[in-house]
């Protein structure tokens, strides 16, 4: 996408250190935005992110930090706003998976689940809110996945989390939509990223027959959306969840 300009912003994306998170940072820095790069383990691989996105020319700054922990989240939200002076951009899509069918899975597994992809972006959407609604502007985009939508055998927790996604989406984009702050959600299909590396080849070619596009996506299509939804012409946008899965659940 062309001609949005981001400069003068500043963007959190969290579990940026791999994946869909590390295209989105890319290309909110290459619209401009100043970026924080966030992780929980993987800090070379996020290093290499910030490096990157310096080397062509964009400000990014390393924000390591468990999101799901309420001290850490805020902390996360604490040092960016200190390095850049503000924060004007969240994308909470720090995920993760541990699949298994319902009578096999481990209560421990689905709070961990729970724990990262809603949890965490609870904790960082009520430490970054404050700063959003007395500037009164902001954007929050949250991770969440077709799966959410129509649920899938084998990820009850990560369904659960994705779907509760969608309910903190609609009900903050209520509460905070008289301070100009939007609120929204994307719902990916398959794209190509780990998640969908460690599939069979089995499983994706029956994937793939479910996908009326007839490929996965790729990072960079999610980037796109995310890129238009923080921009002002995405201003009286709030509150939906965009879905981007090559037509799967149309
Ligand atoms: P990925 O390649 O597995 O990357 C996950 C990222 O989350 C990594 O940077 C990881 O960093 C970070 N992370 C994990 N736990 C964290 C924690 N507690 N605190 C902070 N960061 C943490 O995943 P992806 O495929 O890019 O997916 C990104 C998001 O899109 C996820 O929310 C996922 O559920 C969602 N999604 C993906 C697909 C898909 O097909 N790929 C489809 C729909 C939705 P560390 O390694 O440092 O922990």
């Not at 996105?53 to 400000?59: P, R």
């Not at 949250?142 to 659960?160: E, F, H, I, R, T």
């Not at 996604?165 to 990223?193: C, D, F, H, M, Q």
């Amino acid at each position: 996408m062309t001609g949005i300009d981001l400069s003068g912003k500043v963007a959190l994306v969290t579990g940026a250190s791999r994946g869909i998170g590390a295209v989105v940072a890319a290309r909110l820095a290459e619209a401009g935005a100043r970026v924080g790069v966030n992780y929980h383990a993987s800090s070379d691989a996020a290093t290499v992110v910030v490096d990157s996105i310096k080397k062509a020319g964009g400000e990014a700054f390393l924000v390591g930090g468990d999101v799901s922990q309420e001290d850490k989240a805020e902390a996360v939200i604490k040092n960016l706003v200190e390095h850049f002076g503000g924060i004007d951009i969240l994308i909470n899509n720090a995920g993760i998976n541990k699949d298994q069918l319902l009578i096999r899975m481990k209560p421990e597994d689905f709070d961990n689940v729970m724990n990262v992809n809603l949890r965490g972006a609870f904790l960082c959407t009520r430490y970054a809110m404050t700063h959003l609604i007395r500037q009164r502007s902001g954007r929050v985009i949250n991770m969440s996945s077709v799966v959410g939508l129509s649920g899938n055998p084998g990820q009850a927790n990560y369904a659960a989390a994705k779907a509760g996604l969608v309910g903190l989406t609609k009900a903050v984009a209520r509460e905070v939509a008289s301070r100009n702050v939007t609120v929204n959600a994307l719902a990916p299909g398959y794209i190509t990223t780990a998640m969908v590396d460690e599939l069979s080849e089995e499983t994706q070619a029956k994937i793939l027959e479910r996908i009326p596009m007839g490929r996965f996506g790729t990072p960079e299509d999610v980037a796109e959306a995310v890129v238009f939804l923080c921009s002002d012409g995405a201003s009286y946008i709030t509150g939906q969840v965009l879905t981007i899965d090559g037509g799967m659940i149309a």
